[in-house]
């Protein structure tokens, strides 16, 4: 477990200093960001008890909550992030009798993509419901969350195209 940790730590480090200190969206001065610190919830191993990988989640969501002033909602979309995993590993890898048994960074990019798109979508929906939280500017709020879930889904896959060790 010791591996799979500093693996996790490699990962958990520079995708939050790149989201809180580079992708700002107020210092960038843009409506639309990529979350890539939802790279994060893609690479945790499957194998990791619930428990930490909510606590994970939490930790990661305050930390964006924290420093740049969204009063909760990252916190709380990670948890749910994290909450449904296994239900959307096996969504995504349906042949697979044990979540454990899948290895993420193994998988062929095509799987890779499936499960982020999931993912980033799940997240986006839940972010723009709460940060705008009023049904009647549901145009607001499917415009943030397709063109953002978008911009994030392009961007992750990029990332994960240039850090694939294959």
Request: hydrophobic share 55%.
């Given at each position: 477990?010791?591996?799979n940790?500093?693996?996790?730590?490699?990962?958990?480090?520079?995708?939050?200093?790149?989201?809180?200190?580079?992708?700002?969206?107020?210092?960038?001065?843009?409506?639309?960001?990529?979350?890539?610190?939802?790279?994060?919830?893609?690479?945790?191993?499957?194998?990791?008890?619930?428990?930490?990988?909510?606590i994970?989640?939490?930790?990661?969501?305050?930390?964006?909550?924290?420093?740049?002033?969204?009063?909760?909602?990252h916190?709380?979309?990670?948890?749910?992030?994290?909450?449904?995993?296994?239900?959307?590993?096996?969504?995504?890898?349906?042949?697979?009798?044990?979540?454990?048994?899948?290895?993420?960074?193994?998988?062929?990019?095509?799987?890779?993509?499936?499960?982020?798109?999931?993912?980033?979508?799940?997240?986006?929906?839940?972010?723009?419901?709460?940060?705008?939280?009023?049904?009647?500017?549901?145009?607001?709020?499917l415009?943030?969350?397709?063109?953002?879930?978008?911009?994030?889904?392009?961007?992750?896959?990029?990332?994960?195209?240039?850090?694939?060790?294959?």
């Amino acid at each position: 477990m010791s591996k799979n940790l500093s693996r996790v730590l490699v990962w958990f480090f520079p995708l939050l200093f790149i989201q809180i200190f580079v992708l700002d969206p107020y210092l960038l001065g843009l409506k639309y960001v990529p979350f890539i610190y939802i790279l994060l919830f893609i690479y945790i191993p499957n194998n990791y008890p619930k428990w930490l990988v909510l606590i994970i989640g939490f930790f990661t969501g305050f930390l964006i909550d924290f420093s740049n002033y969204y009063g909760g909602i990252h916190a709380i979309c990670c948890l749910i992030i994290c909450f449904l995993r296994p239900n959307i590993l096996k969504i995504i890898f349906g042949d697979v009798l044990n979540t454990n048994d899948i290895k993420i960074e193994k998988e062929s990019f095509f799987n890779k993509l499936k499960y982020l798109s999931l993912v980033v979508l799940i997240h986006h929906l839940f972010i723009y419901l709460f940060i705008v939280f009023d049904l009647k500017k549901s145009m607001l709020i499917l415009e943030s969350f397709f063109i953002n879930s978008l911009i994030t889904i392009l961007i992750c896959s990029l990332i994960i195209i240039l850090t694939n060790k294959k």
